[in-house]
């Protein structure tokens, strides 16, 4: 089987994100994907986050209905710092015969040389997804040309780009304006039910 993993915050979860997963599962070929909210992503420690049980529930909402996509609380059943590479070597002994490839964003990508063990992500099957079509001397294509260099297994989906992030979701609802469509509906009763946001 080919997997997808898909790590992030998702506070909240929005069509951006659920766009990125299908886009991968279609594009990559993927037998399944698997999400993971994280606790305490390492480069958001001090940053303040919805609690983790209520972000697991707005993506649980959020996939329900995609048999392909699976939620995973490997990164949320406490408070732990994961870093990615360790859950990327979880999974790949977890699922030995399997083809895993990690997704991550634009944003990511870019400033991957920060992350814990970086070189040794770079070796790793990496899906990348542009936030915004990407020229072809743009940052990003150039970024991932040269990393390709070393390590072929490094895919750039740069044909269905949707700039939207959590902190614009997050922005429009404090501002107390309409998100209807940016998320699913059943992670907007959510929202409105928990008074996420305000």
């Given amino acids: 089987m080919r997997i997808g993993l898909y790590g992030g915050t998702f506070d909240p979860i929005h069509i951006g994100h659920m766009i990125v997963m299908e886009n991968s599962i279609n594009e990559m070929n993927l037998d399944k994907l698997v999400i ?3 606790s305490n992503p390492p480069h ?37 710092v994961h ?16 083809e895993i490839f990690y997704i991550l964003g634009e944003d990511s990508f870019l400033t991957i040389e920060t992350w814990k063990n970086y070189q040794e992500m770079l ?8 936030r915004t079509s990407t020229a072809k001397d743009s ?14 297994n490094i895919y750039l989906l740069n044909n269905l780009s949707l700039d939207i992030s959590s ?13 209807k469509y ?8 959510i929202i409105n039910e928990r008074g996420l946001y305000v």
């Avoid at 420690?45 to 392909?68: G, W, Y």
């Avoid at 870093?83 to 399997?98: H, Q």
């Avoid at 940052?139 to 072929?152: H, R, Y």
């Fill in 123 to 130: 070796n790793e099957n990496l899906i990348v997804f542009a």
């Fill in 44 to 80: 958001k420690k001090h940053i303040k986050k919805t609690p983790t049980h209520i972000r697991v529930e707005m993506v649980s909402q959020a996939i329900k209905d995609n048999p392909k996509i699976v939620l995973s609380t490997f990164e949320s059943t406490d408070n732990t």
């Fill in 36 to 38: 993971l909210p994280s």
């Fill in 83 to 98: 870093f990615t590479n360790d859950t990327i070597n979880y999974f790949k002994k977890a699922f030995p015969k399997d």
């Fill in 139 to 152: 940052k990003l294509v150039l970024a991932v040309n040269k990393q390709k260099k070393f390590n072929p």
């Fill in 167 to 179: 902190s614009l979701i997050r922005s429009l609802k404090k501002e107390g304006k309409s998100i």
């Fill in 182 to 189: 940016l998320v699913t509906d059943n992670v907007l009763n």
